[in-house]
């Protein structure tokens, strides 16, 4: 299957810091991804839909200024956690669909970045 | 808004039994489901894609169903396996493919 690679998978860092986290399709181009967050012991919830040279769409409860993201590539979708929190410290996972293939094909997922703020 | 369910939480089996995982999901207009595992701290692996139009779909020791009209899918893991343990999701897409995923299980197997 398509491969979607996350890095970095851990990362630890100072509260008031800044975090980016880059999700890439690596074989196959993605005009749209997506990235979730999931709290310990809890699923997986969408946090903002990435779009390839467009502003990302944001859902609701889920600030903008704090979580910037940029697709500025059909095979790279960044995530910016800032002015980093302990409270951000979660799993951030990303997403990509395949532009080549139908809307509703399978879904192929990074895996995963372990946030900690300290 | 569409709600996933999954039943039960956890799950804790002998290795060799057969067993079956229950997700539910409140709106039937769905395009498809997919079935993932998780593992701890890892991200997902994709097991099986079943479409709407579908009533089933297997991989190896592992089988979907899908009953659109009522909200629900199974995934039936035949002789199940120690290396099986992990966390086991169900999520469906909306219009633009951002997943709803339920709340999973957690399956562990007993050597």
């Known amino acids: 299957g398509a491969v979607v690679s996350q890095h970095p998978s851990r990362v630890i860092c100072k509260s008031g810091t800044s975090v980016k986290i880059e999700c890439r399709s690596l074989?196959?181009?993605?005009?749209?991804m997506f990235w979730y967050r999931q709290f310990p012991k809890q699923s997986l919830m969408l946090m903002a839909t990435?779009?390839?040279?467009?502003?990302?769409?944001?859902e609701q409860g889920v600030e903008k200024d704090k979580f910037l993201i940029n697709h500025a590539s059909l095979t790279l979708s960044t995530l910016t956690v800032t002015s980093a929190h302990p409270e951000d410290s979660s799993f951030y996972i990303c997403?990509?669909?395949?532009?080549?293939?139908?809307?509703?094909?399978?879904?192929?997922f990074g895996q995963g970045t372990r946030l900690t703020v300290v | 808004k569409q709600e996933v369910t999954q039943i039960p939480a956890a799950l804790s089996v002998p290795e060799g039994e057969n067993l079956v995982l229950n997700c539910s999901f409140t709106?039937?207009?769905?395009?498809?489901l997919q079935w993932f595992r998780q593992d701890p701290g890892k991200g997902l692996t994709s097991l099986l894609l079943?479409?709407?139009?579908?009533r089933e779909q297997t991989s190896g020791r592992l089988n979907a169903s899908l009953d659109k009209s009522s909200g629900r899918s199974t995934l039936y893991i035949a002789a199940s396996q120690p290396g099986d343990s992990a966390t086991y999701l169900c999520?469906?897409?909306?219009?633009?493919?951002?997943?709803?995923f339920g709340t999973g299980t957690s399956l562990t197997v007993i050597p």
């Open positions: 997403s990509a669909r395949d532009r080549g293939k139908g809307l509703h094909t399978e879904a192929f």
């Open positions: 709106d039937s207009a769905i395009y498809n």
């Open positions: 074989d196959f181009q993605a005009t749209t």
């Open positions: 999520a469906v897409p909306n219009t633009g493919n951002q997943f709803y």
């Open positions: 990435s779009n390839e040279g467009s502003k990302a769409t944001y």
């Open positions: 079943i479409q709407s139009s579908q």
